[in-house]
């Protein structure tokens, strides 16, 4: 797929969409229906399939049941962190392989034209934006998503908040 068939790029490489970004068709007022049913197959295919059913296969296989959770511990805390990470890890470097890594993308659909492991700075730890990014992200991001999951579970165990079911 040739990106200079929807952007241009300018003189430094950097590439630009020739149209700018329509909102969803659930958001158009006033609401156009046949706009609508035809966008809701890629709506659903094949992200957000994969999203619900990743996030339904966590729920049975992560989350511990209810009784388990009325009770801070670190056990069923520290797995939730230990799988977070993973997830997170995976997740993460299933993107960067292929896109940054490999490149097998080139710089097709690439607003900015360079890439971060080619221009070092000291601005980023260990002068490596990758790097960066992938620490902060493990090391802060995913710690501080587990505090905020452990204790809405705990809260929603507890009758707190509402506990929703099917």
Known sequence: MDDLKFGTRSKRGDWAPNELLEPAPIWLFPPKPKKLLKWLPSYFFPYNLL????ALAYWQLVVPDAAVLQTFAWGWSLKMLAVNLALAFLWYQSWELPLYVRRRQGNRFKY???FPADQQSDVFWFNKQTLDNMLRSLLIGVPIWTCLQVLMLWSSANGYIPWLNF
């Open 51 to 54: 999203f619900m059913v990743s």
């Open 112 to 114: 900015n034209h360079k």
